[in-house]
């Protein structure tokens, strides 16, 4: 679904569009989870939601970047867009509201439709599907065995991140969660270092699994 590569004269307006796009997006997406999810509070203060829409707006010109024109780019928009936001909201309340989680599993979903049936990318599609269900199953496992390493909430985020992962290969999907593990054990080390012994820190999982996400997607071959 990568673009092999395209002319320079057409690659910096099209980053800096996709780029800014997600810039606009992303307080706008703050302002309608804040209205439809009043339980999470207001929205985040004003340095918050600078740095949310800059980190959203660097991750979309990745992804313009990397994959260039394409029918699969809005995908992957979409989840740096909303990828972003859950994991601003589980940094602050470790909780991955539901309603976000499905709508990034069938925004997803949606939108890998038009590249798997248009560019007769069926096995992509199906793959993507079948990536879903196997790191829902792998994380509600983990989850059984040791609720208290790994949460509800990261279990049901695991399908998105598996559909994403999925439609890219099975090496994306399992480097990609592993990855995932990986990032949450160094930035558990961090943290720890930097808290007293005595003070029991828990280390939100999600943004290391969007993550490792969006990295398998620019960074893996």
Known sequence: MFAAG??????W????AMALLGCVLSPATEALIARRL???GRLPSLPVRITTAALTGLVCAAFAARIGISLGLPAYIFLAVLGVQLARIDIALHLLPNPLVLALLAG???LLL?????????DNLLRA????????????LLGLISPGGIGMGDVKLAAPVGLYLGYLGWSHL???GLLGF???GLITVVVLRRKSSETVTEVAHGPSMLGATAFAALFFA
């Open 114 to 122: 038009a590249p798997g049936i248009l560019n007769q990318q069926a």
């Open 6 to 11: 395209y002319d320079s004269s057409s690659w």
């Open 182 to 184: 990986v990032l949450n």
């Open 174 to 176: 399992l480097h990609g």
């Open 108 to 110: 997803g979903l949606l």
């Open 38 to 40: 009043p339980r999470l």
């Open 129 to 140: 599907v079948l990536g879903a269900a196997i790191l829902f199953a792998g994380y509600l």
């Open 13 to 16: 307006p099209w980053v800096v």
